[in-house]
Structures are given as structure tokens and as C-alpha cells.
């Protein structure tokens, strides 16, 4: 299986900031990489699909990066809604796994 | 629009088998595949396998091989996916996913989950 491998696991980060989070794999996948945003007790939902391209009615501060094992999502102005947990996902080659989260936090 | 509405939370004995449903709506059924995903209590999510509505072919993640079974009925639009000899941590929150598009697999519409509890 394709391993991901997801950092930071935990992110602190204020209103406006721009952040980053990574996700590497453990071969290549193309660009068959998903990000997803997850809040407590909900579904997760989907915000970049094959590396770079923005989900439908997803705001444009969302983008996502790369191709082969590595990967970035960014967001590049933090608002209020957006802290949460974030995950990415290969759907390369089965089993589809997905990294670890994180976890992003008000500092 | 695209909805997948899912069973109702179960709690289970270990040992015992739990069947989950997830009712598609809004979209050609047997257009599109579907995955199922499970969440572990304060955990990360796990790929669990996926299934083609068209003819039931599925693909199951090898941890869940011998133990998970992914069924449609097309008739009510309808997608099953059941474990049996549960265990303890099978206690997961488990949901159900369209693929994104035709060329993309990715789940990109997904169910309200459903809490699968295992205790004795």
C-alpha cells in the first residue's frame, strides 16, 4: 500500500496568516491527491481534487500543489471557518489511503 | 442534488455482524462508484474499499478483506456495506462516498455517517 504522510500534525495559526500544510508519499502518485477539511462531528469535505484543482463552491484563498510524492495545500488568508482538520488522500492505486490530519488551531 | 443518506446508529455485541445502508439520490445510480470510509473515535479516516453500482464489483482494502462485504440493490438505489466478527475497535463512525466525476475517484459527496458501537 501507498503510504502518506502528512505534516505538521498540529498547526497554530492566527486570523490571516497564511499557512501550509505537506503530504508525502511513499511513490509516486501523479497528481491523484484529495484534500478535505473536517470539523468535529461532521462529514469531511472536499476541497482540492487531483493536486490542484478547487472543488466547486470552495473559496478561492484554498489551493493545493504538486505531482509525484510530494504535495501542498495552502490557504492564504486564514479566516474563522477555517480552523479545523485537514487530510489528504491518494487515489492513485488501492488501498485509497489517506494521511494522518492535521489539526489546525487559533493561536 | 447529490445525497446520500445513511442507516442509523448501531450498537453491537463482539462477535456479531452489523449491515449500514446508504441511500443514493439526485444522480444516475449506476453511474458512479462508491467508497466506504471509517473513522475511529478521535482517529484519522481509513479507506475501506470501494464498489461499482453498475455491476457490484468491489475492491476492498486488504485489512477488511476477509471480513467486509460491499453489496447495491438498483432497484432502490441502495448501497450495504457489512462487517462481520466485530471487534471492539471496530467502533467507527463509517460512511459512504460518491467518487468526485467519470475521471476522478475521489469522494467527493458523502453521507452524514453512521456510529457503529462494539461493546459487550
Known amino acids: 500500500d501507498i503510504q502518506m504522510t502528512q505534516s505538521p500534525s498540529t498547526l497554530s495559526a492566527s486570523v490571516g496568516d497564511r499557512v501550509t500544510i505537506t503530504c508525502r508519499a511513499s511513490?509516486?502518485?501523479?497528481?491523484?491527491l484529495a484534500w478535505y477539511q473536517q470539523k468535529p462531528g461532521k462529514a469531511p469535505k472536499l476541497l482540492i481534487y487531483?493536486?490542484?484543482s478547487l472543488e466547486s463552491g470552495v473559496p478561492s484563498r484554498f489551493s493545493g500543489s504538486g505531482s509525484g510524492t510530494e504535495f501542498t495545500l495552502t490557504i492564504s488568508s486564514l479566516q474563522p471557518d477555517d480552523f479545523a482538520t485537514y487530510f489528504c488522500?491518494?487515489?492513485?492505486?488501492?488501498?485509497?489511503?489517506f494521511g494522518q490530519g492535521t489539526k489546525l488551531e487559533i493561536k | 442534488q447529490v445525497q446520500l443518506v445513511q442507516s442509523g446508529a448501531e450498537v453491537k455485541k463482539p462477535g456479531a455482524s452489523v449491515k449500514v445502508s446508504c441511500k443514493a439520490s439526485g444522480y444516475t445510480f449506476t453511474n458512479y462508484f462508491i467508497h466506504w470510509v471509517r473513522q475511529a473515535p478521535g482517529q484519522g479516516l481509513e479507506w475501506m474499499g470501494i464498489i461499482n453500482p453498475s455491476g457490484g464489483r468491489t475492491s476492498y482494502a486488504q485489512k477488511f478483506q476477509d471480513r467486509v462485504t460491499m453489496t447495491r440493490d438498483t432497484s432502490t438505489s441502495t448501497l450495504y456495506m457489512e462487517v462481520s466478527s466485530l471487534r471492539s475497535e471496530d467502533t467507527a463512525v463509517y460512511y459512504c462516498?460518491?467518487?468526485?466525476?467519470?475521471?476522478?475517484?475521489?469522494?467527493?459527496?458523502w453521507g452524514q455517517g453512521t456510529l457503529v458501537t462494539v461493546s459487550s
Open positions: 511513490q509516486s502518485i501523479s497528481t491523484w
Open positions: 488522500q491518494q487515489y492513485h492505486s488501492y488501498s485509497y489511503t
Open positions: 487531483k493536486a490542484s
Open positions: 462516498a460518491r467518487v468526485h466525476d467519470y475521471g476522478d475517484y475521489s469522494p467527493a459527496y
